[in-house]
């Protein structure tokens, strides 16, 4: 943390030199200039020159400053990526309580759920992409048996083009502005999904998954669920998006 503060504020007290520094050549010069008789013209090309390499050396330290804090924050999301694999992964292989033989309450499956709460948040699409696959392919997050809820879950951004979710338990979780290009939603659970500005989403897609109740659909329209039963059901919203696009067409 102290390391963090200090890289920040490096690059603060760098331009607070640099602009003292110019205030006192500015004093100087005028001072000289009163003396000698120099007009502010014969200054002005004179210091054109040292002018220019100053503010050069402004650009580049904010440059290298955004280099550093981009560098910085992608180790930061490796290392919290990794250091969820590494904690998930002794769950599962834990010899006396595994994680996939745990049962809802038990300490392990909170754990779990905790850990993937907490972590997505923290990552770009991309590693978000890389911890679903993770769950998915470990069997946590299947119809069958769902072991860590996603209900909450932060999702948004995630690259999941081509990815396969069949049978997977989505409900509750966040895929707003999700890359779902080609991705494989035959009997996934969607109920209460959202799905806001996520794109590459298509009508087949949203029909091969095995519920859709309260889910947000791409456009922003929320479906029926047991709670809204008045609202649309997803084959109300197909219809009312096929009259939109048909209006548009007349238009």
Known sequence: MDQEKQSRGQPIRTQLLWAGATAGLLIIAILIGYRYDITLWDWIKLLIVPAVIAGGGFWFNSQQSVREQKLANKRAQEEALQAYLDQMSQLLLDKERPLLQSKEGDTARTLAGSLTLTVLP??????????????????????????????????????????????????????????????????????????????????????????????????????????????????????????????????
Do not use: C
């Not at 500005?197 to 947000?216: C, D, S």
């Open 122 to 251: 923290r990552l770009d699409g991309a590693r978000r992409r890389n911890v679903l696959l993770f769950l998915y392919q470990s069997g946590l997050i299947t119809k069958t048996r769902s072991v860590i809820p996603l209900s909450g879950a932060y999702l948004g951004m995630a690259h999941l083009g081509f990815f396969d979710l069949s049978n997977a338990d989505l409900s509750g979780a966040n895929l707003s502005g999700a890359d779902l290009s080609e991705t494989n939603l035959e009997e996934a659970d969607l109920n209460g999904v959202d799905l806001s500005r996520a794109h590459g989403l298509t009508e087949e897609q949203l029909g091969e998954a095995r519920t859709l109740k309260g889910a947000t659909m791409p456009d922003g329209q929320t479906l029926e669920s047991y709670y809204n039963p008045d609202w649309p059901t997803f084959e109300d919203w197909l219809k009312d998006k096929k009259a939109q696009g048909k209006d548009e067409k007349n238009e």
